[in-house]
């Protein structure tokens, strides 16, 4: 496709449930997410967040390049983004599993990569908002972060580089589901469909845990 088209609903739907039912051995959790999972009309790409089996995340950028419909174009440890014989872009979003050692308990992140990776990206600073309300930072590649604090970074030689705001010394809180993350954010289940900047006062709310 060529940039800013797009294709219709079931033929999107169509492609994720294809490249789902490939990969779901590879995975121990793989889930449809971005405007497909929205249902959107028409979509621009096609998005999937995926939980690789241990030591099976190599094996998974394997199959994808074994495909000769497919062309990788990006590879990194959060993403894999291919480019199929048609013209479609697929970004696939890595997810992680929890981890205990000795430096402590840190939730997994699959439910975070699928909230943030649904969208609307609208929606997402709107959440991002909300969470800053409360005390909390919501991280899309890590999780719904507490305990830490915002502070104001100026790059070094500044010259006309605007400073940024970044979040220092919190820790992963909720990041496993998507439900735990709206709950702990004052919110009820949202419907991946209502996730659209201009129906958040139809959001259902409830009493965010301490």
């Known amino acids: 496709m060529s940039q800013g088209q797009t294709i219709p609903l079931a033929t999107a739907q169509k492609i994720a449930e294809l490249i789902r039912s490939e990969l779901a051995g590879y995975c121990a959790q793989i889930e449809i997410a971005g405007s497909v999972r929205r249902q959107r009309p028409h979509c621009s790409d096609i998005d999937l967040v995926l939980l690789p089996k241990d030591g099976l995340r190599p094996e998974i950028e394997a199959r994808v390049r074994a495909n000769p419909n497919t062309r990788v174009i990006k590879s990194g440890p959060q993403i894999v983004q291919l ?13 992680r599993t929890a981890i205990n050692d000795l430096a402590g308990y840190i939730p997994g ?6 909230l943030a990776m649904t969208g609307s990206r609208e929606h997402n600073v709107w959440l991002a908002e909300l969470a800053k309300q409360k005390g909390y930072h919501f991280a899309p590649y890590k999780g719904l972060m507490r305990g830490g604090r915002y502070a104001i970074t100026k790059p070094a030689g500044a010259g006309s580089a605007k400073p940024t705001v970044e979040y220092l010394d919190g820790e992963v809180w909720r990041g496993e589901s998507e439900l735990e993350i709206l709950r702990a954010l004052g919110l009820g289940w949202i419907p991946p469909e209502a996730r659209e900047i201009d129906r958040v006062n139809q959001h259902p709310r409830e009493e965010a845990p301490c």
Do not use: E, I, K
């Open 83 to 95: 480019l199929l014989a048609n013209g479609v872009q697929v970004d696939l979003y890595m997810a």
């Open 109 to 114: 992140n699959f439910g975070m990569r699928l």
